[in-house]
């Protein structure tokens, strides 16, 4: 049987993961997705998407595929499926990384919080219009602002509760520093809420604010389960499955002649 990596996907770095193990002849690679997206971008490999029912039955699909070593490349706010992958890793006892992009080095001037709940509790302190850039799950927890004006940007059109005064823009990104400056002047952004979902691709809207002296409240992401690590990047990926894979399938985790 040949060597076989499950990637937990969704994520740049997952696709640009699964392009470059697919690429490996002996090597079969499939990315499991939620399903949250109706059109996701194109994955090399195979694709699955759905969930496993939880730890337990992700473990089931471990053995009965023969995965021989899973890699989470989930958002970095994805915190029960890690936690369900750590714990199915251990059950099956295959070998687990998890891909995370390093988080942003913090502004002085952005205001930390633990929670989407704590940074709807601070908005009423910062004006009347936000960028709120969290994702189209959450938008629940400022439901209850009602004296704000809440632009929120999304691949797909988010569901209720949303807050009641609520633009909804439908883009996918990334976007560049000029995009992001173009979108807080012509809504007349008063602050900008986000997660610290790290990466190249999502900072531009950082600068933007930070060019306009716009106050910024920044989610911190939640910790990895005890004792799990983080790579940070697809090669450190690869150079950890060079030494996973069994020497047998040494063609699969390296370069072939």
Do not use: Y
């Amino acid at each position: 049987m040949p060597a076989h990596v499950l990637i937990l996907g969704g994520t740049t770095e997952a696709r640009r993961l699964a392009t470059a193990l697919a690429a490996r002849p002996g090597l079969r690679v499939t990315t499991s997705l939620a399903g949250r997206v109706r059109r996701p971008a194109a994955i090399d490999g195979e694709v699955r998407v759905g969930g496993f029912g939880g730890a337990a039955g992700l473990a089931d699909w471990l053995h009965a595929q023969r995965v021989t070593a899973l890699v989470d490349a989930t958002h970095p706010f994805a915190e029960r499926i890690t936690a369900n992958a750590a714990e199915a890793a251990r059950v099956a006892d295959v070998p687990h990384a998890v891909l995370r992009r390093p988080g942003w080095d913090l502004d002085d001037d952005w205001q930390p919080v633990a929670s989407l709940e704590e940074a709807a509790q601070a908005v009423p302190r910062l004006g009347q219009r936000v960028f709120l850039s969290t994702g189209r799950l959450g938008l629940a927890a400022f439901a209850e602002l009602t004296a704000h004006h809440f632009v929120v940007r999304s691949v797909e059109a988010p569901e209720p509760p949303l807050p009641p005064h609520c633009e909804v823009i439908l883009a996918r990104g990334p976007f560049s520093l000029a995009d992001e400056l173009d979108l807080l002047r012509t809504h007349r952004i008063d602050a900008l809420v986000t997660k610290d979902s790290g990466g190249a691709a999502t900072a531009p809207k950082l600068a933007a604010a930070r060019s306009l002296s716009l106050p910024v409240v920044v989610v911190r992401r939640p910790e990895l389960p005890s004792g799990v690590g983080a790579l940070p990047d697809e090669e450190a990926v690869l150079g950890w499955l060079a030494g996973v894979i069994p020497p047998e399938d040494a063609c699969a985790a390296d370069t072939c002649p």
